[in-house]
């Protein structure tokens, strides 16, 4: 028997495309999806460049949720799979539908707390009548890794034998103008790890998974597409919104994750770094990096140089890219990167490389000082 | 542990130092914040600073928006201030849900319990805001 949990399917709605095959050939192009919009200089944002989904209709308060049903729909399809009634759902969001808010606040009459996190993984559930667990995680910008995270732990107790999991943030104005407020956007572009990064750039989107034990899924026919090990966690405990400045917190995330999964740091081929393109958090990840893998660099790639920081969502997406990128053993080049800070002493690849990928972690972390890094690893022998 | 609070429509920001007073009150500090779970349960943390953030964005304009609020729109808001308190730096969960549905709050305790037999974690803090 073996009880490996595994990803059978993958959905992903994202500002680079609709769909794994589009985000992921447009990753390898080293296209990125920044763009100028006129509506968030109008409206006098200091920052007018974003991320954003384009060309996908939903009720601008259900937005959130339209991707999430969208990116759950390619998942199931890729996995050819019929659902079972006890499927757990699992999702993870910062706010959930940040237009609620701001309509509220605007004087409409709305019950935003009918438009968080758990309405978006209510809405999962209720689409295919589903009678499983259903858990919302809001921790904020590592909330896709949780998510996944405690898919995994539901699927090893035995619990259910089929998980929905993911993550889902629709483009927020709150978020727009909050971290615009709080210094950290880009005026320009993300640039992770990059010499010349000055910031975060917004984006939004959703990426959802099915996860099941890997005998279920062979008995049935299906493909894994990549193994999902272990999730380590940690918090800072340091500050509302830096990281602690020695990268402790996501050097412990890491450690931990690998810990579980029984994985040498050795056996790691490949990170995708949180790397928001923030002078200070990417400072604090190289740290992390460097007291993790003192025998050597994985392959270092980051994504939000071409996708933006899609908040909840951000890790489910990147973590998208992994699996990918484990079952074509292909790693993305880096949008955004260019310039070797020597501050740093880090590079992140900047071509398509193509090399075996035993072992990959997708690292997240977060405003209140969490990180979580997850650990993934090949289905082929 | 587990920990029932209340902070309705007050500001996450004016309650939290309440709320943390009272728990260190009833079970005092954790005896190793580094192997200490931290879980909170709410339908509503970062629901009142977003309203009151996206008001003052309304009234102040975005360029002159309180900074200071923004961060407490995060629903993982509260349960970072909890952790700072206590220094807490093990897994630390935000889950967002009605605090009634005790259907849900069972699982995240059997998310706690598997924590604290694979992870080692002495001390379990539970916190229901509502």
């Known amino acids: 028997m073996n009880n490996s949990i595994v990803i ?7 500002p680079l495309g609709i769909g794994m095959d589009m985000l992921w050939n447009n990753l390898l192009a080293g296209k990125t999806s920044l763009k100028h919009f006129a509506d968030l200089e109008a409206a006098g944002y200091r920052n007018t460049h974003a991320c954003r989904v384009q060309d996908f209709e939903a009720p601008p308060v259900h937005r959130g949720t339209y991707m999430a049903l969208d990116a759950t729909k390619q998942a199931i399809a890729q996995s050819r799979i019929q659902l079972p009634e006890n499927t757990g759902v699992f999702l993870g969001s910062t706010l959930g539908e940040s237009m609620a808010y701001e309509m509220a606040a605007e ?8 438009y968080n996190t758990f309405s978006i993984a209510k809405a999962i559930a209720g689409a295919y009548r589903l009678t499983g667990p259903v858990q919302a995680l809001s921790t904020a910008c590592t909330a896709g890794n949780y998510a996944v995270g405690m898919a995994m732990h539901a699927l090893q107790r035995g619990d259910i034998s089929v998980a929905i999991a993911g993550g889902a943030e629709p483009f ?5 103008v909050g971290f615009s407020r709080s210094r950290a956007m880009a005026s320009d572009a993300c640039k992770p790890f990059d010499a010349q990064r000055s910031g975060m750039i917004l984006g939004e989107g959703a990426a959802i998974f099915i996860l099941e034990r890997m005998n279920d899924a062979v008995q049935r026919g299906a493909t894994p597409l990549a193994k999902v090990y272990a999730l380590g966690l940690s918090c800072d405990a340091y500050h509302p919104t830096s990281p602690h400045p020695d990268g402790r917190g996501l050097s412990r995330a890491m450690m931990a994750a690998l810990q579980q999964a029984g994985i040498s740091k050795d056996e790691v081929d490949w ?3 949180h790397g928001s393109g923030t002078k200070v958090s990417d400072t604090a990840e190289a740290l992390a990096l460097k007291s993790v893998f003192t025998t050597g660099m994985p392959v270092l790639s980051g994504s939000k140089g071409a996708i933006g920081h899609a908040l909840g969502a951000a890790s489910a997406l990147e973590l998208a890219i992994c699996a990918q990128g484990i079952a074509t053993q292909t790693i993305p080049p880096t949008a955004g990167f260019t310039v070797q800070d020597t501050a740093i002493g880090l590079g992140c690849t900047t071509a398509v490389v193509q090399k075996k990928i035993r072992i990959a972690i997708n690292n997240a972390s977060a405003f209140g000082g969490l990180n979580a890094s997850l650990v993934l690893g090949s289905c082929l022998s | 542990m587990i920990c029932h ?4 429509d007050t500001l996450e920001k004016e309650a939290m ?11 005092g500090r954790p005896r190793r914040p580094d192997a200490t779970g931290l879980y909170v349960i709410s339908n509503h943390t970062g629901a009142n600073a977003s309203l009151a953030f996206w008001k003052d964005v309304i009234k102040n304009g975005a360029a002159f928006a309180n900074p200071e609020l923004f961060p407490w729109t995060l629903a993982n808001s509260a349960c970072g201030y909890i952790a700072r308190h206590f220094g807490i730096t093990g897994p630390n969960y935000t889950f967002t849900c009605p605090p009634e549905n005790q259907e849900h709050i069972n699982e995240v305790l059997k998310q706690a319990a598997e924590d604290q037999e694979r992870l080692g974690l002495e001390d379990t803090l539970i916190i229901i805001i509502d």
């Not at chain 1, 059978?8 to 994202?14: M, N, Q």
């Not at chain 1, 004087?107 to 009918?114: C, E, F, S, T």
């Not at chain 1, 927020?172 to 727009?176: D, E, G, T």
């Open chain 1, 8 to 14: 059978t399917g993958i959905g992903v709605v994202s």
């Open chain 1, 107 to 114: 004087g409409a009459a709305i019950d935003p707390g009918q």
């Open chain 1, 172 to 176: 927020s104005r709150i978020a727009m």
């Open chain 1, 271 to 273: 990170v995708n770094i």
């Open chain 2, 5 to 8: 609070v209340h902070i309705g």
């Open chain 2, 17 to 27: 130092p309440g709320i943390v007073d009272s728990i260190e009150k009833e079970f």
